[in-house]
């Protein structure tokens, strides 16, 4: 009984301690149920926290993950390490780290449409454009202060220059005014010899002048001699060979035929009266127009001039040279020519300068050129300055002028060039009133043109 006994009791003692545990188990299965649903509703509200704050597709994310390592090395949370990033940037950007995305777009001028970088880069391009402007102007600069030192440089040898010319220039200067005051002492030395030189020169040609007055009086005495034994022998040479008033008017021959369309005449002059080709004739229309005028005294042209080419014994053929619109030549008009004659040789008297191709300028060739005619149509040219009583034409060119005063402290040569000029006026004055008491033709180079029927060369 008793075995039964114990085993009832443990069996017993087996179904409390069964009881117990099993209510144990179910108070502690209540315990961690309400535990479990405590720790689901709070993991829920902490999912929920967090989502506010990043979410999981944000968390999966590389850069979080990133973020969230560095955030781990440096014992921060995700949060502390964004907040530090976020500081970094603002305090980098305009120096405070509270500072909002606007401020910092503000303080940057950056606008809404637009990021740093872009504003960044065209920075950049700005500044590399201004550095590439700084290096040009540096380069010109240099360039501008090589110019500038090379520049210094000439000045500096012009000026060495310049002073030892400015130098030289004084050594030349004072040698100058030594040569200028040794020059004065002679000039003035010199001035005093011209000056008796002068003096002796003017009692000189004072002395020489008196004599020459002295010999002008004697020749007016013997001029007056000479015109009486001029006029003795002109009535002489009257008395042996007709002759005219003047030789001037006297008519050479007469046109007896024209040949219009070749500009030819025929004269009634041939080889028995001496005439030669080349020969010059000025047409009349008869011998009272050959006559001077009264009030000038100067001859006239006639119609035409004409020159010989052709020579026969008794007739001659010339061609017209100069001929006057309206006047034509016909057969009977009469021909002259000063220097011709057919029975007389006339005698010249050329003198002076002749001005013969009217350039203005007279000269002695020209009066040679003018004695060479006279020969050629068979006129006898006088040599000398002297009138002969059977002179028939006194040719004489340009009319010298009148010399001037002379100087105060006129040299010698001026002198003699004065009275060298002096008497070459006297003697063409005295030749040409010489002429006109003797009645002689006078002829200037004009005259003489037109009397020989000339034309100018």
């Known amino acids: 009984m008793a075995t039964r006994a114990g085993s009832g009791t443990g069996m017993l003692v087996s179904l409390v301690v069964f009881v117990v545990t099993t209510v144990a188990l179910l108070v502690v299965s209540i315990v961690l149920y309400a535990g479990q649903s405590k720790s689901r509703d ?8 967090l989502a506010q704050v990043i979410t999981a597709e944000e968390r999966s994310r590389d850069a979080t993950r990133a973020m969230l390592a560095d955030a781990t090395s440096a014992r921060l949370s995700l949060f502390a390490e964004m907040n530090r990033r976020s500081s970094e940037v603002a305090t980098f950007v305009s120096g ?3 500072a909002s ?6 303080e940057l001028g950056v606008a809404e449409n637009q990021t740093v970088r872009t504003v960044l880069s065209n920075e950049r391009t700005k500044v590399r454009q201004l550095g590439q402007d700084l290096d040009a102007t540096k380069a010109r600069l240099a360039s501008a202060d090589d110019e500038t030192k090379r520049l210094q440089a000439a000045m500096a040898d012009a000026d060495k220059r310049n002073q030892a010319t400015l130098a030289a220039a004084q050594a030349s200067i004072d040698g100058y005014a030594r040569t200028v005051d040794t020059l004065r002492a002679e000039t003035s030395a010199a001035v005093q010899g011209i000056d008796a030189a002068r003096t002796q020169i003017e009692a000189r040609y004072t002395q020489r002048i ?6 002008i009086d004697e020749l007016n005495r013997d001029n007056a001699v000479f015109r009486t034994r001029v006029a003795q022998l002109d009535a002489k040479v009257n008395e042996v060979r ?38 010059t004739f000025e047409v009349y229309e008869d011998a009272r127009t050959i006559q001077p005028d009264p ?8 119609k035409a001039s004409i020159q010989v080419i052709k020579v026969n014994d008794l007739t001659s053929t010339a061609r017209i040279i100069r001929d006057t619109p309206g006047s034509p030549v016909v057969p009977g008009d009469v021909v002259a020519n000063a220097v011709f004659d057919a029975n007389t040789k006339f005698k010249f008297l050329v003198f002076g300068k002749f001005d013969v191709d009217g350039d203005g300028r007279a000269s002695t060739a020209e009066a040679e050129f003018l004695k060479t005619q006279v020969r050629d149509w068979g006129g006898v040219v006088i040599e000398g300055s002297e009138l002969t009583g059977d002179l028939d034409f006194l040719v004489l060119g340009v009319q010298p002028g009148e010399p001037g005063p002379l100087p105060p402290n006129a040299t010698a040569q001026q002198i003699d060039a004065r009275l060298e000029a002096q008497d070459e006026y006297d003697r063409y004055d005295r030749l040409f009133r010489r002429a006109t008491e003797a009645q002689i ?3 200037n ?3 003489f043109e037109i009397l020989t029927g000339s034309v100018p060369r």
Do not use: C, H, W
């Open 210 to 215: 008196r004599d020459l007055e002295r010999q």
């Open 242 to 279: 007709p002759k005219s008033e003047s030789p001037a008017e006297l008519v050479d021959g007469e046109v007896i035929d024209v040949i219009g369309s070749d500009r030819q005449v025929f004269l009634n002059l041939g080889r028995k009266d001496r005439l030669r080709p080349g020969i």
């Open 42 to 49: 709070a993991e829920k509200q902490a999912q929920a926290d």
């Open 445 to 447: 180079s004009n005259r």
């Open 96 to 98: 405070n780290p509270n």
């Open 101 to 106: 995305l606007e401020q910092m777009r503000q």
């Open 441 to 443: 033709p006078v002829l």
């Open 295 to 302: 009030q000038t005294g100067a001859y006239s042209r006639g």
